[in-house]
């Protein structure tokens, strides 16, 4: 939040609270900054109320509705704005059609409105959200190849923010990025884009390089002890710096890696793909399980996937079941704040890298988690993994399915209603409480 804009708006509000322009501008600077749009709503309905027929503030309430998870409110004025848009407006206002369908699940008319939006503005950030649109519905080889123009926005974004580097620039000059050529005999780096549940989620084809003829395999990325986790599991020749200098021939990111080596879902399975030594950690019920609650703040989209620690107490009356935070950084402190500590205990401080979390999870019955890396990692080890996600979730999670393509051991337990999670909860609970029955009986 900008505080002099904060300070200029909050005057003007002062002097004239039914200022339509003050109250949509107070309303972008304070949401931003904060977890939940739905306290902010009624700034922006009030501007909408007072003027209705106004562009800006219908677009600012719009975009307010879609923050509180009211996606269907939001696309309709975002269809409305359509009418009012002169040619300047119109690219925003068709793309946040695009983002208010590709919200309802409504993925081809999402890559439709995104398409339009380029057409009248070639803003590669419209071609970015489309290919997303056509991940979520179902078009990995096609969604993925799309999503190369990753490159151009980071490229875009580093010119604008005065040369800060951001993931696919952190690679050293005069790089070849792999594209399809004959790999026979040749060395290649794959180099971590995206976030770490990302990488974990992709490096299992990093074995297809080997299949083409790829003489030597290197990793590099922004997390050197990722890199030690997924050296440990998948089979490469190295690890080198993200610096550089590379003495390889190629180069390859990430998310670029299943599509040019040919996958498509047919070609994917769950099937774990790492393996860690558990962990030597005191086990307190019958059933040790790992909580995970918020994800990563910088993720644009975090509030669409994290949630409040309480949220989990429904859970802890289940007799025989001890509980453990996973949760990395600040928001481990939220039980404490609780008044929850030892209740709940804290692996944070035995946490340190990747791999040591690895073993944390290893050690215990079943991990529940938003979508976030420690997710990624119970699955990629077959650890029984429940991935609660927003009704608006990432494209990886399949909106028919409580099963995922990408993990046999995960169950996602989707919302009904954007934002309500105890129903989530209690689905977490009978599936907890099974597991705590079914050890009874195989013990007995």
Not at 323 to 340: H, K, R
Request: charged letters at 25%; aromatic letters at 10%.
């Amino acid at each position: 939040m900008n505080p002099d804009r904060y300070r200029a708006y909050a005057a003007k509000l002062v002097r004239n609270p039914n200022d339509p322009v003050a109250l949509v501008e107070q309303f972008a600077n304070i949401s931003e900054a904060r977890e939940n749009g739905r306290h902010y709503l009624p700034i922006a309905k009030r501007a909408y109320e007072i003027a209705p027929t106004e562009l800006s503030p219908v677009f600012n309430y719009a975009s307010a509705l879609h923050r509180a998870g009211e996606f269907g409110k939001a696309k309709d004025l975002y269809l409305r704005c359509l009418k009012m848009a002169d040619a300047d407006w119109m690219p925003k206002v068709l793309h946040h059609c695009g983002v208010a369908y590709r919200a309802l699940d409504e993925n081809d008319k999402a890559a439709d409105y995104y398409q339009r939006a380029y057409a009248l503005d070639p803003n590669p950030e419209y071609l970015k959200d489309r290919a997303l649109a056509l991940l979520a519905d179902g078009k990995l080889y096609e969604g993925l190849k799309a999503y190369e123009v990753r490159r151009e926005c980071a490229a875009r974004k580093f010119e604008k923010n005065d040369g800060k580097l951001v993931s696919q620039q952190k690679l050293p000059d005069g790089v070849t990025h792999w594209e399809g050529q004959d790999l026979n005999g040749k060395s290649i780096a794959v180099y971590h884009e995206e976030g770490s549940g990302d990488f974990i989620q992709f490096c299992r084809f990093i074995p297809k390089l080997r299949a083409l003829g790829a003489a030597s395999i290197y990793i590099c990325g922004p997390v050197p002890n990722l890199l030690d986790l997924i050296a440990d599991n998948i089979a490469v020749d190295g690890i080198v710096p993200l610096s550089g200098p590379f003495d390889c021939d190629y180069v390859i990111g990430s998310m670029s890696l299943p599509w040019r080596c040919g996958v498509d879902y047919p070609e994917v399975h769950g099937r774990p793909y790492f393996k860690a030594e558990a962990a030597k950690i005191p086990l307190r019920g019958k059933l040790n399980v790992g909580l995970v609650w918020r994800g990563n703040p910088a993720y644009g989209q975090d509030v669409h996937r994290s949630m409040a620690f309480t949220e989990f107490c429904p859970l802890f009356d289940m007799p025989d079941v001890a509980f453990y935070s996973l949760q990395a950084g600040a928001p481990s402190l939220e039980v404490t704040n609780l008044g929850l500590d030892g209740f709940v205990a804290n692996l944070e401080p035995m946490a340190h890298n990747w791999r040591e979390t690895a073993k944390l999870i290893q050690a215990l019955d079943a991990v529940v988690s938003v979508d976030t890396a420690v997710a990624h990692l119970a699955g990629a080890l077959g650890k029984p993994v429940f991935i609660l996600t927003t009704n608006a979730s990432d494209w990886r999670w399949n909106r028919r399915s409580k099963k995922t393509v990408w993990y046999d051991s995960a169950q996602v337990i989707r919302q009904k209603k954007q934002d309500e999670w105890w129903p989530s909860i209690n689905t977490v609970r009978e599936s907890l409480k099974w597991m705590v029955e079914n050890e009874r009986r195989r013990v007995a």
